[in-house]
């Protein structure tokens, strides 16, 4: 019997060991998570504007534009490679928003239809 109780010891031991060495190592391992970034479509002061015009964000980020002064306003990216990312319907009510995650490293330049000839471009980049 002590033998049997030696034995489950050692072997409790040793397991409790290699699961610790497991935990410990998917914990090193998992990713940092990703984050979200606000871009304001309009200024604060009424500018027609993306606000910040340029962010720039990690593989696995998130970009929530949220329509903030003079509606109506949508995000529309030049590359057909983005065209995914594109929200072509018109926010008309403050607060309303559109969120998109970009994975694949590179810059994105967008727009907003109804106002681009005003200036009112925006620049994604991401790392």
Same mark, same amino acid.
């Given at each position: 019997?002590?033998?049997?109780?030696?034995?489950?010891?050692?072997?409790? $031991? /040793?397991?409790?060991? *290699?699961?610790?060495?497991?935990?410990?190592? +998917? #914990?090193?391992?998992? %990713?940092? @998570? $990703? /984050?979200?970034?606000? *871009?304001?479509?309009?200024?604060?002061?009424? +500018? #027609?504007?993306?606000? %910040?015009? @340029?962010?720039?964000?990690?593989?696995?980020?998130?970009?929530?534009?949220?329509?903030?002064?003079?509606?109506?306003?949508?995000?529309?990216?030049?590359?057909?490679?983005?065209?995914?990312?594109?929200?072509?319907?018109?926010?008309?009510?403050?607060?309303?928003?559109?969120?998109?995650?970009?994975?694949?490293?590179?810059?994105?330049?967008?727009?907003?239809?109804?106002?681009?000839?005003?200036?009112?471009?925006?620049?994604?980049?991401?790392?």
């Amino acid at each position: 019997m002590k033998l049997i109780a030696k034995i489950s010891r050692s072997l409790g $031991a /040793a397991f409790l060991t *290699v699961a610790l060495v497991i935990g410990g190592f +998917m #914990l090193w391992m998992s %990713p940092a @998570s $990703a /984050a979200t970034v606000e *871009v304001k479509m309009g200024s604060d002061s009424g +500018m #027609l504007a993306f606000d %910040p015009p @340029s962010v720039t964000i990690q593989a696995g980020d998130t970009v929530k534009w949220v329509n903030n002064k003079m509606a109506p306003h949508n995000v529309v990216f030049e590359d057909s490679s983005a065209s995914d990312k594109s929200h072509s319907n018109l926010s008309f009510s403050p607060g309303e928003t559109y969120s998109s995650t970009f994975d694949t490293p590179g810059e994105y330049t967008y727009y907003c239809e109804p106002h681009r000839g005003a200036g009112m471009v925006g620049k994604i980049v991401v790392q």
